[in-house]
């Protein structure tokens, strides 16, 4: 498993398959991705501390933040089209 580094944290694609990807992502304390949608894939989020969990269809406007003084960790489901082009960011 590789793990992929990115400016608000890193994630690594634990298991991949037809329609389908499971990823685990950490982010930096006080990080956030960019403001995204997908057209082609809805993502389920499970956070691991708190074990609460986000549905994000879709088409619809997400974005991660972590608003803690430590890292957050959450196991991301993909299912659609799970290619890492299908992100639209929003301009600021």
């Known amino acids: ?8 944290g890193w994630y690594i694609v ?9 990823k ?3 982010l930096k304390p ?9 057209r082609h894939r809805s993502e389920t989020w499970v956070f691991l501390d708190s074990r609460k969990v ?3 269809h879709n088409r619809q406007w997400h974005q991660l933040r972590n608003t803690s003084n ?3 960790k959450l196991i991301e489901v993909q299912i659609g089209t799970c290619h ?3 992100i639209e ?3 600021k």
């Not at 498993?1 to 608000?8: G, I, R, T």
């Not at 634990?14 to 499971?22: E, S």
């Open 70 to 72: 430590k890292g957050l």
């Open 84 to 86: 890492e082009r299908d």
């Open 14 to 22: 634990l298991v991949k398959g037809n329609g389908f990807k499971v």
């Open 54 to 56: 986000k549905i994000v």
């Open 30 to 38: 006080f990080e956030k991705t960019s403001l995204q949608r997908h």
């Open 1 to 8: 498993m590789k793990k992929v580094l990115k400016a608000w």
């Open 89 to 91: 960011r929003k301009r």
């Open 24 to 26: 685990l992502l950490y």
